[in-house]
Structure formats: structure tokens, C-alpha cells
């Protein structure tokens, strides 16, 4: 029971939010209550899962593959454990990052309702499941960025949703072939049947679709570009939630069908992934390297961080895929963080333009080093957990002969740095414009919650040990799907 908890716990409190809709107050102190619940059910869920293995509820108790099955192993649990403690900072921060406008226009039923979306997807154990998980979400964030009705939303949710729709279009095309194919969706299903079909071409060919749909999702090259023209536009502490959630929930679908579904055929649609993954650290990289928008600038590191996940994908051994795990958690943390300083720069000196920032490492020294450790983890310095990360990838990558990769992705560190670097060096280290508005104060509710994300994300990189026990706990259970299999369909046949 405890499994559909992290789906029917948002979805409850979504519903409570609209009864409560002329009670802003009360919203924001149930939002704060039932993300805490979630981080607990969640912390929880993920200690049971690691000890006793992968869980399965059937709904109704309609037997897989006939009912809907929800199925949460390792990485699920990681994953919904790491939403849940990015939602409460999140929601924290947000005490303060989100007015009242939009509080009283919908603003908590639909981050209650995004939430649920995002859970559902990383729970669910069949393919249309993933599919009405990925609407409800696409739906709930949609709303989010229009949320307040400005021009610059409405044009950013637009361009938001085209592309997200095109996604979802290919990836109901690709689940109708696959039904077709095998007359099933349940996951576990599928993955005993695919291999016995003669036709491996169209499987393949499916592949292709449920990669572009995911890469989509995802933000990876060559369709990401709806992403750095919404991101900037809703309050930062939207961008925030959407950069630590969104495009992970599409890197999930890679992992958890292109090791359990999509394996007949290795060779190219793991190659692919491979490419995919260095075109996308390049491009998103080259994109924020010539950003003078603190926001845009980060919405493009989105982008290049998601090539290493990829690339762990591709390289598809237990070595990679646990670093990819590793890496996901980490710039699910650095990213959120890194937005939420932003929010507080803005609110310091009234503008995201770089150019026409200055000053804050002698006026503000806290803000400076909230900024500091997860940009130098983003850029995978030593210490911190982004190095372990890359450094996991990159050994991966040598022992399966992709040095031209393992060399794209140090040059993307590189890259990171320098850009990293101009944003110290506008932002912090330069001396104040003459015409700055002066340094106003920072409410606790914004600089409390973040820097609890900074050192949540400073410990996994000083002690990664129990996180890399878990993505490799994770990455074995990718690599022998017969024992999610096993859990989700018992005796069937």
C-alpha cells in the first residue's frame, strides 16, 4: 500500500488545495505539511525497497498483465525520495518566491497535481500508465508557466507545450505499434515477449519513436530548444522545480525501457544514444557559454548536463549506468539549488542580467558560497559530488573504447567551468554597477531551504559511498530485468 502512497498523498492534497482556494495561508502551510509527508513516505519506501526487493501493488486486483500494475524498485524509490526533498525545498522557498497572484490563481493544486504526475511516472509498471502520467504532468506545468498571464508566459508556455505535444503524439504512435506487435503494455510483459518476436526491425523502429519522445521530454539534442524559451519565464521558483523534475522524469523513461524493453538491438539504438549524448552536452554547453541571462544560462547547463545520464545509458554496463544514476541524483540537487540562488540574486539586486550585476561577494559572502559549491559540482571539481559522477562516466566510457566521448564530456566540464566562471565573475567578483539598485535583505524562507539543498548536495559528493551502493544496487537490477519480471507477473506464464 505504502507504493501508492506517493501518488494518492499529492493528488489528496491537490484536491484539499481547491477546497481551501480562497485560504492562501492555509494552502501554503498544507503544501510545506504534505511535501514533508512525502519526503517521510518516501524515505521509507526506499529503505524497504533496498532490503526486501522490488515492490509491486496491483490495482484493483486485476493480475499483471491485465490490470495496472505499480512497480517501484531502487531507482524508482531513489528517484521519488529525491523529488520529494527537491519539492519541500522547493515549496519552502516558495513561502516567499511565489506571490500572492499566483497563489490565488491555482498555484498549489497544480504543484500538488505536477507532483502526482511525476510520481505516477516513475511508479507506474505499464506503457499507456506512463503516457497519462506524462499528460497529467505536462498539463499541471503547462499551467504553471501561463500562470500570471503575461505575454512573456504565455509565449514561453507555448512554445512549451508545441514541442511536449509532439512528444506525446510520437509516444502514443509508438504504443500503439508496440500493442500491435506484442498485445500487451504492461513493462514486465513486454519484456518477456519482444524477444520472441520475428519482427526485430519494427521493434527496433518503435525504439526509435520511444527515443525520440523521451529525448524530447528529456531536453537532448536535437529538440530541446523549447526549453531555454520557457524556462526563463515563470518566477524562479517554478523554473526552479521544473529544472530539478521535468526533464528527469523523460531520462527515467530512457532508463527504465531502454534496459528492460528496447535491448534487442544494442548495437544501434545504444550507439544512437551515445551520439545523442555527446550532441547534447555540446549544445547545451555552446548554448550557455554565450548567455549574459543568469536564468537562460542555467536553462541551458539543463540541457548539457543531461548528456552524461545518456551517456551512461548508452555505454550499457553496470559500471555507467550506476554512474548515470549517481549523476542524476546529483544535478537533480546542483540544478534546483543553482536556480534558487539565482531567485535570490534577483531579489537582491532586481535583475537576472549579468551585465548589470556586481558586488555581492563583499556584500553578500553567504550568497557567493550558496553559488559557489554546486556550480563548482556542476563543473565536476573535486571534491563535490559532481566530480564522482563524471569521474564514474568517464571511466565507464574508457573501458568500452569511447575515448572520443569520454574527451567530449571533459571538454563539457571545461566548458561548464568557464561558464561557471563568467557568472562568479559578473555576478560576484566585479565591483557593483554604478546605477544597482541598492542590496535589499533576504527573508530566511529563501536562504534557509537553499542552503540546506547546497549541503545535501555537498555531503553526497564528500561522502558518496551510500549513494553509489545504491545507484549500483539500482544499475544491477536494470541489467537482470528478470527479477523486476519475476516481481510484477509471479507465476504468469
Known amino acids: 500500500m505504502t507504493i501508492v502512497l506517493p501518488i494518492l498523498l499529492p493528488m489528496g492534497m491537490g484536491a484539499l488545495s481547491l477546497l481551501l482556494w480562497k485560504r492562501p495561508l492555509a ?6 505539511v504534505s511535501c514533508a509527508a512525502l519526503v517521510g513516505v518516501n524515505a521509507w519506501l526506499l529503505m524497504d525497497v533496498q532490503q526486501v526487493g522490488v515492490r509491486v501493488v496491483q490495482i484493483g486486483n486485476w493480475l499483471a498483465p491485465f490490470g495496472i500494475s505499480l512497480v517501484v524498485d531502487v531507482l ?21 518566491g511565489i506571490d500572492e497572484g499566483r497563489v490565488r490563481s ?19 509498471g505499464d506503457l499507456f500508465n506512463l503516457y497519462v502520467w506524462f499528460e497529467v504532468l505536462l498539463m499541471a506545468s503547462f499551467v504553471l508557466i501561463a500562470l500570471g498571464g503575461g505575454r512573456e508566459n504565455i509565449e514561453g508556455a507555448v512554445k512549451y507545450v508545441v514541442l511536449n505535444l509532439l512528444a506525446s503524439t510520437l509516444f502514443l504512435s509508438g504504443v500503439g505499434l508496440l500493442y500491435n506487435l506484442a498485445g500487451t503494455l504492461n513493462m514486465a510483459d513486454l519484456a518477456r515477449q519482444l524477444p520472441t518476436l520475428q519482427a526485430l526491425n519494427q521493434v527496433t523502429l518503435v525504439a526509435i519513436l520511444f527515443l525520440i519522445a523521451f529525448g524530447i521530454k528529456a531536453a537532448a539534442f536535437p529538440l530541446f530548444f523549447w526549453l531555454p524559451a520557457s524556462y526563463h519565464t515563470p518566477p524562479v521558483t517554478v523554473t526552479a522545480l521544473f529544472s530539478g523534475l521535468l526533464t528527469k522524469v523523460g531520462v527515467y523513461a530512457l532508463l527504465r525501457t531502454f534496459t528492460l524493453l528496447f535491448v534487442q538491438d544494442v548495437a544501434f539504438t545504444h550507439t544512437v544514444l551515445l551520439v545523442m549524448a555527446g550532441a547534447t552536452m555540446v549544445s547545451g554547453v555552446l548554448g550557455a557559454a554565450a548567455q549574459t541571462d543568469f536564468r537562460r544560462l542555467l536553462s541551458f547547463h539543463i540541457i548539457s548536463q543531461i548528456g552524461y545520464p545518456l551517456m551512461g545509458l548508452g555505454l550499457f554496463t553496470q559500471a555507467s ?10 544535478v537533480m540537487l546542483a540544478k534546483t539549488a543553482l536556480f534558487l540562488v539565482a531567485g535570490m540574486v534577483e531579489r537582491l539586486q532586481g535583475t537576472f542580467d549579468l551585465k548589470k550585476l556586481g558586488g555581492l561577494y563583499t556584500r ?15 563543473a565536476g571539481l573535486p571534491p563535490l559530488s559532481g566530480f564522482f559522477a563524471k569521474l564514474g562516466l568517464v571511466k565507464a566510457g574508457l573501458a568500452q573504447g569511447q575515448g572520443v566521448l569520454v574527451f567530449v564530456s571533459l571538454a563539457v566540464s571545461l566548458m561548464t567551468l568557464y561558464s561557471m566562471t563568467k557568472v562568479w565573475n559578473e555576478a560576484f567578483w566585479k565591483e557593483s554597477p554604478a546605477q544597482l539598485m541598492p542590496t535589499r535583505s533576504l527573508s530566511p524562507w529563501l536562504w534557509l531551504p537553499t542552503a540546506a539543498l547546497v549541503l545535501l548536495s555537498l555531503w553526497i559528493g564528500l561522502l558518496p559511498g551510500p549513494l553509489f551502493a545504491l545507484a549500483n544496487q539500482a544499475a544491477e537490477l536494470l541489467l537482470h530485468p528478470e527479477l523486476y519480471v519475476r516481481a510484477v507477473l509471479g507465476g504468469v506464464p
Open 76 to 96: 524508482s524509490a531513489l528517484l521519488l525520495l529525491t523529488v520529494a526533498v527537491i519539492a519541500l525545498v522547493v515549496t519552502l522557498y516558495g513561502q516567499v
Open 27 to 32: 494552502q501554503r502551510v498544507l503544501a510545506v
Open 364 to 378: 553578500r559572502l553567504d550568497v557567493a558560497v550558496l553559488f559557489l559549491l554546486p556550480a563548482l559540482s556542476l
Open 321 to 330: 549506468l550506476a554512474a548515470a544514476i549517481y549523476f542524476l541524483v546529483h
Open 106 to 124: 491555482g498555484y498549489y493544486p497544480l504543484l500538488h497535481f505536477l507532483l502526482m504526475g511525476v510520481n505516477g511516472a516513475l511508479s507506474t
